[in-house]
Every structure is written in structure tokens, then in C-alpha cells.
């Protein structure tokens, strides 16, 4: 029997755990999925918006994969400087592969960046998810005007969620408190603003019209922005998304030139608004101890070479509230290998590499493998690879011969973990929460809440 550990339940650790257990070539494997939470999914659980029900629906696919008689989840194992190191994890498992993820926000680097008030746009997520993490979180909302730095897709959600009522909301699973914080939100106006073009912009395009079809809100654009972009005015050598987001700019540019002369003309009256702005660089947060009041920005335009340069012309943003979307990072891994410059973990195939030789079975996929890079989709054929690489080694990792019963010997290293019926005991408590608020389903947003309706079963393999 191999036995091999994967350490996360997201995206690429259900696909590696399924790519292992699809393949012919070793029959005879078990998978088990740790992971920190009581609960499966990863990001697409605690990282999806949750009025994206399209995307969420792909827990469906993962349960599958997490329900095959050939893999046991086991949640709420701790694994790195506070829980279980590799060496642990290879004394109970034949082979051990890290689907970590990118676990921190890159920063800013800029005055006034941890002033009150501004936040990493990854807190606010993990918020309104109700990620057991951020239960002590609070965001009041009481600000007038809020600014996102970052013209991703985690950027559009945050200032999609910023403008969306809360009675459209009330049909998700969002807990009740972030619920309740967006029916009392004084936000009026929503600043996502980029350092490039909008051709350079990250955000898909599905996520760019959402903003468009908001009930009472606005988009607004400033053509002469746009204009900068040699791209823009000629997008055919730009792949798919980059046109068609083109081609949703420019339809509200041509909106915004047919329109009453000044700024944001004829938006007054219309609610919210969400100003999508471009070519502009944070330089300074700024605010005291009280709060932040706006963000400083110096005026970019392109260098001819992909990236932009500053021209020493600057704008302050209005802002009680600032959320940084700037991408993710990867955190150095106890006992493993760390690349600082990239945020990885240094790897061939997969395999992980310390001063260029691989440490027996000791495997990453996912962003820890190949950077924050992707969708959701890239991750299946990054697990593939690591997958393919771990059943090669397979004669020889089944050599050396795990000990006894996994779940056995987590609960002997001090663990307590949460097995699938575990979980299954958390989705029932959440849909009978929610029908006693009148909604459908509805997160616990608490560890006290998860674990204990997680031990209400009991807890065996």
C-alpha cells in the first residue's frame, strides 16, 4: 500500500489527489487530503465571491474526488511550525506533497501602508467569506469613498462586493454580520485603480461586465485615460481577454464622451459608482492615527517596453477605506526549501529540490510549486506533472514503508483531525442556521462554531 499525504484541500491538492488515483500504474494507493480547516475546498470556498454561485458549484466536483473510496479528508491537522513537520509527515505517509498555496499579500511598499483603515483586499475577502481566520475581523463600511489598488480579478470582486446591495446578497452564504455591514454601508464611491494600461489590467472579462450590470450603480471611465494605451487603440495583437476587455472599455468610454461635460457628469443621483482608473502609481497612503484619508498617486505612461514610468505629476483619491490587491506570495514551508525571490519552493517536475538534488518523497503543486499564476483550471495539469513525478518514484518510496494507520498516528502526534463525516456534520449545521435566519445556507464564521458541530459525530475514519 502507498500512502500519500496531501497538504491542502483547494483546487490543485483535490487534483493531485485525483490525478494519483486515476492512473493504473500503482492500484494499490491511498490519498489523504489534510488540511488546517475543518472544511474542504480551499480558496474556492473561502477565496470565491459569494454571489459567483457558478464558480462555487465546483465544490461539487471536488467532493467527488474527496468521497472516492480511495481518499480520506482529514481537516483540522496542522501542519508546519505549529504542527507536523516533514520529517513527521514521512514517518506516517510514503510520499508527501505541499498544495499550500500563496498564503500572503504582497505589499505596497509605500508611506501610510498599515495606517488604520487600509487593509489587504485578501482580509476583506476572507471577511465577507466568512474564514474561520478573520472572525475577529470587523469592517464598519462607514466610509464615504473607498479605494481598491489593483485592476485584478480579486479587485473587481472587492469593489463589486463594495456596490452590491445586501438583499441580493442575502440569498448567498455569506455570514450575517459582512451581511449586515453592506446594508448599512455609506459607500458611495468605488476607486479601482492600476499602475498600467488598461490592456495590462488582470481582471477576465466576465468579471469586468458583472460591474456594469450592478442595480444602481454606475462605471465610469476617463477616455483620455484609456487613450495612453497604445493598446487600446489598437488591440489586435492582444490575446482574447485583452481585446474583449478592450471592447467593454470602450463601450463605456464612448458612454462617458456622449455625456454631459466634467468629471463624472450625470452620475449624481445614480447611486453608487465605481470609477476605474489607470496609469496611476501608489506613492503614499495618507492619514494619521485616526484613519486614512486618501491615497496619493503619481501619473504613469508607457515606456514603450511593456512597463510604465512616472512623470512626477500626482492625484489624491479620496479614501476612508483602502484595500490593496497587488497578488499573492508564497511563505517559506518549515524543513522545506524556499526561493525568496519567487515565493516558491524549488522543484523539477514537482519533485522538491534542495542545493539542486530532490528530497525523497517530498513533492509541491499549486501555487507554492509555480507561483500565484493561473486560474482555478491551471492547476490540473501542474498536478498532473507533480502527480506523474510521485508514481515514478513510486517503487522506491514504497521501499522504505509508512507506519501503521494514518488517522491513528495523527491522533498520536497530537492532532485531532476532522474527518469527511466531520464535515458533513458542518454543511448540515450551516443549512439549518440559515433556515433559522429565513435564508438558504448560510457559513459559521467561527472556529468554535466549525469545530463544534464538526465533533458532534463521531470521529473515526
Given at each position: 500500500?502507498?500512502?500519500?499525504?496531501?497538504?491542502?484541500?483547494?483546487?490543485?491538492?483535490?487534483?493531485?489527489?485525483?490525478?494519483?488515483?486515476?492512473?493504473?500504474?500503482?492500484?494499490?494507493?491511498?490519498?489523504?487530503?489534510?488540511?488546517?480547516?475543518?472544511?474542504?475546498?480551499?480558496?474556492?470556498?473561502?477565496?470565491?465571491?459569494?454571489?459567483?454561485?457558478?464558480?462555487?458549484?465546483?465544490?461539487?466536483?471536488?467532493?467527488?474526488?474527496?468521497?472516492?473510496?480511495?481518499?480520506?479528508?482529514?481537516?483540522?491537522?496542522?501542519?508546519?511550525?505549529?504542527?507536523?513537520?516533514?520529517?513527521?509527515?514521512?514517518?506516517?505517509?510514503?510520499?508527501?506533497?505541499?498544495?499550500?498555496?500563496?498564503?500572503?499579500?504582497?505589499?505596497?511598499?509605500?508611506?501610510?501602508?498599515?495606517?488604520?483603515?487600509?487593509?489587504?483586499?485578501?482580509?476583506?475577502?476572507?471577511?465577507?467569506?466568512?474564514?474561520?481566520?478573520?472572525?475577529?475581523?470587523?469592517?464598519?463600511?462607514?466610509?464615504?469613498?473607498?479605494?481598491?489598488?489593483?485592476?485584478?480579478?480579486?479587485?473587481?470582486?472587492?469593489?463589486?462586493?463594495?456596490?452590491?446591495?445586501?438583499?441580493?446578497?442575502?440569498?448567498?452564504?455569506?455570514?450575517?454580520?459582512?451581511?449586515?455591514?453592506?446594508?448599512?454601508?455609506?459607500?458611495?464611491?468605488?476607486?479601482?485603480?492600476?499602475?498600467?494600461?488598461?490592456?495590462?489590467?488582470?481582471?477576465?472579462?466576465?468579471?469586468?461586465?458583472?460591474?456594469?450590470?450592478?442595480?444602481?450603480?454606475?462605471?465610469?471611465?476617463?477616455?483620455?485615460?484609456l487613450a495612453l494605451d497604445p493598446a487600446f487603440r489598437d488591440p489586435g495583437g492582444l490575446p482574447a481577454v485583452g481585446r474583449r476587455n478592450v471592447e467593454v472599455l470602450r463601450g463605456w468610454a464612448e458612454r462617458a464622451a456622449a455625456a454631459p461635460a466634467g468629471p463624472d457628469a450625470g452620475a449624481e443621483g445614480r447611486g453608487r459608482r465605481?470609477?476605474?482608473?489607470?496609469?496611476?502609481?501608489?506613492?503614499?497612503?495618507?492619514?494619521?492615527?485616526?484613519?486614512?484619508?486618501?491615497?496619493?498617486?503619481?501619473?504613469?505612461?508607457?515606456?514603450?517596453?511593456?512597463?510604465?514610468?512616472?512623470?512626477?505629476?500626482?492625484?489624491?483619491?479620496?479614501?476612508?477605506?483602502?484595500?490593496?490587491?497587488?497578488?499573492?506570495?508564497?511563505?517559506?514551508?518549515?524543513?522545506?526549501?524556499?526561493?525568496?525571490?519567487?515565493?516558491?519552493?524549488?522543484?523539477?517536475?514537482?519533485?522538491?529540490?534542495?542545493?539542486?538534488?530532490?528530497?525523497?518523497?517530498?513533492?509541491?503543486?499549486?501555487?507554492?510549486?509555480?507561483?500565484?499564476?493561473?486560474?482555478?483550471?491551471?492547476?490540473?495539469?501542474?498536478?498532473?506533472?507533480?502527480?506523474?513525478?510521485?508514481?515514478?518514484?513510486?517503487?522506491?518510496?514504497?521501499?522504505?514503508?509508512?507506519?501503521?494507520?494514518?488517522?491513528?498516528?495523527?491522533?498520536?502526534?497530537?492532532?485531532?483531525?476532522?474527518?469527511?463525516?466531520?464535515?458533513?456534520?458542518?454543511?448540515?449545521?450551516?443549512?439549518?442556521?440559515?433556515?433559522?435566519?429565513?435564508?438558504?445556507?448560510?457559513?459559521?464564521?467561527?472556529?468554535?462554531?466549525?469545530?463544534?458541530?464538526?465533533?458532534?459525530?463521531?470521529?473515526?475514519?
Amino acid at each position: 500500500m502507498l500512502r500519500v499525504a496531501v497538504i491542502g484541500s483547494g483546487p490543485s491538492g483535490v487534483y493531485t489527489a485525483q490525478s494519483l488515483i486515476e492512473q493504473q500504474t500503482v492500484p494499490d494507493i491511498e490519498v489523504y487530503v489534510l488540511d488546517r480547516l475543518p472544511c474542504p475546498y480551499g480558496l474556492v470556498r473561502y477565496g470565491v465571491a459569494p454571489d459567483h454561485e457558478k464558480i462555487k458549484s465546483l465544490q461539487n466536483n471536488l467532493r467527488t474526488v474527496l468521497e472516492h473510496p480511495k481518499v480520506r479528508f482529514l481537516g483540522n491537522v496542522e501542519v508546519g511550525a505549529r504542527g507536523l513537520g516533514v520529517e513527521e509527515l514521512r514517518e506516517i505517509f510514503d510520499a508527501v506533497v505541499f498544495c499550500v498555496g500563496a498564503a500572503t499579500d504582497r505589499h505596497l511598499g509605500i508611506p501610510g501602508e498599515d495606517l488604520p483603515g487600509s487593509h489587504p483586499a485578501t482580509e476583506f475577502v476572507a471577511w465577507y467569506s466568512a474564514h474561520p481566520d478573520a472572525a475577529a475581523v470587523r469592517f464598519t463600511l462607514a466610509a464615504r469613498s473607498a479605494v481598491v489598488i489593483g485592476v485584478g480579478n480579486v479587485a473587481v470582486d472587492v469593489a463589486r462586493m463594495l456596490s452590491r446591495g445586501a438583499d441580493e446578497l442575502a440569498v448567498t452564504d455569506m455570514p450575517q454580520g459582512p451581511l449586515g455591514a453592506l446594508a448599512d454601508s455609506r459607500v458611495e464611491d468605488v476607486w479601482m485603480v492600476g499602475r498600467r494600461g488598461p490592456s495590462q489590467a488582470k481582471f477576465t472579462t466576465k468579471e469586468l461586465r458583472e460591474l456594469g450590470s450592478l442595480p444602481g450603480t454606475e462605471v465610469l471611465v476617463r477616455p483620455e485615460e484609456l487613450a495612453l494605451d497604445p493598446a487600446f487603440r489598437d488591440p489586435g495583437g492582444l490575446p482574447a481577454v485583452g481585446r474583449r476587455n478592450v471592447e467593454v472599455l470602450r463601450g463605456w468610454a464612448e458612454r462617458a464622451a456622449a455625456a454631459p461635460a466634467g468629471p463624472d457628469a450625470g452620475a449624481e443621483g445614480r447611486g453608487r459608482r465605481i470609477h476605474l482608473r489607470f496609469f496611476l502609481r501608489p506613492v503614499e497612503v495618507l492619514g494619521d492615527a485616526s484613519g486614512v484619508r486618501a491615497v496619493r498617486f503619481e501619473r504613469t505612461a508607457p515606456d514603450g517596453r511593456g512597463g510604465v514610468t512616472g512623470t512626477g505629476e500626482f492625484e489624491d483619491i479620496e479614501g476612508q477605506l483602502v484595500l490593496r490587491s497587488v497578488g499573492y506570495r508564497g511563505t517559506p514551508q518549515p524543513g522545506l526549501p524556499f526561493d525568496e525571490t519567487t515565493g516558491t519552493v524549488p522543484h523539477l517536475a514537482g519533485r522538491v529540490l534542495r542545493d539542486g538534488t530532490p528530497l525523497p518523497g517530498v513533492y509541491v503543486a499549486g501555487w507554492i510549486k509555480r507561483g500565484p499564476t493561473g486560474v482555478i483550471g491551471t492547476n490540473r495539469p501542474c498536478a498532473k506533472e507533480t502527480a506523474l513525478s510521485l508514481l515514478a518514484d513510486a517503487p522506491t518510496l514504497a521501499e522504505r514503508g509508512s507506519s501503521g494507520d494514518p488517522f491513528a498516528a495523527l491522533i498520536r502526534a497530537g492532532q485531532r483531525p476532522v474527518p469527511w463525516p466531520g464535515w458533513l456534520a458542518i454543511e448540515a449545521a450551516e443549512a439549518e442556521w440559515g433556515r433559522g435566519l429565513g435564508r438558504g445556507t448560510v457559513k459559521l464564521p467561527d472556529w468554535a462554531g466549525l469545530l463544534e458541530a464538526a465533533h458532534s459525530v463521531e470521529m473515526t475514519r
